[in-house]
T-cell receptor, first 110, second 109 residues
Framework: SQTIHQWPATLVQPVGSPLSLECTVEGTSNPNLYWYRQAAGRGLQLLFY??????ISSEVPQNLSASRPQDRQFILSSKKLLLSDSGFYLCAQGLDYGYTFGSGTRLTVV | GQQLNQSPQSMFIQEGEDVSMNCTSS?????WLWYKQDPGEGPVLLIA?????ELTSNGRLTAQFGITRKDSFLNISASIPSDVGIYFC?????????FGTGTSLTVIP
């Protein structure tokens, strides 16, 4: 079965600092990968998705970027964090039969 | 983008009560999924529906794929405290799933 590893679980970063969140997937090859952000424990906002190595689609223009350097690795980055980047970030994989989500990273920008 | 509206937005119920929530879309979906998110965790798939009119159960949970393919319903019978969380519907379109606005459920012991 597929497993998604996300780290770190929590992160407190100052405004203007860089960000790197990593997501890796086990148990499948060539997965569709997704980054979501959830603010205030409610709706899921799709940030980026990737259907293959080096292929990134951005859903919302903002202060973040994504990369997929390996088949089962998806990275979310920022050069300079804003206060508004705070939230709960979720990595997900799959499509045909639904997504499997990681356990999330709680990011607080101070 | 696709708009999936869930209602109610939040529910406060007594333990043992039944729960009903729904999800509506302005366009047709060929698959409906229901997820539950525990506080501080990622959503977990509860039920998947693949056919209009389909009724599927998973323990105390029952979900239905609406005949029009523009809506879906989730029922929880005899609620317990661990049912607390946010419930999301989702439908696929073009390499992604669109998620509903969520229904927050609180169960009072």
């Amino acid at each position: 079965s597929q497993t998604i590893h996300q780290w770190p679980a929590t992160l407190v970063q100052p405004v203007g600092s860089p960000l790197s969140l990593e997501c890796t997937v086990e148990g499948t090859s060539n997965p569709n990968l997704y980054w979501y952000r959830q603010a205030a424990g409610r709706g899921l906002q799709l940030l980026f998705y990737s259907v293959g190595i080096g292929q990134i689609s951005s859903e919302v223009p903002q202060n973040l970027s994504a990369s997929r350097p390996q088949d089962r690795q998806f990275i979310l980055s920022s050069k300079k964090l804003l206060l508004s980047d705070s939230g709960f970030y979720l990595c997900a994989q799959g499509l045909d039969y639904g997504y499997t989500f990681g356990s999330g990273t709680r990011l607080t920008v101070v | 983008g696709q708009q999936l509206n869930q209602s109610p937005q939040s529910m406060f119920i007594q333990e043992g009560e039944d729960v009903s929530m729904n999800c509506t879309s302005s366009s047709i979906f060929n698959t409906w999924l229901w997820y539950k998110q525990d506080p501080g965790e990622g959503p977990v798939l509860l039920i998947a529906l693949y056919k209009a009119g389909e009724l599927t159960s998973n323990g105390r949970l029952t979900a239905q794929f609406g005949i029009t393919r523009k809506d879906s319903f989730l029922n929880i019978s005899a609620s317990i405290p661990s049912d607390v969380g946010i419930y999301f519907c989702a439908g696929p379109r073009a390499n992604q799933f669109y998620f509903g606005t969520g229904t927050s459920l609180t169960v009072i012991p």
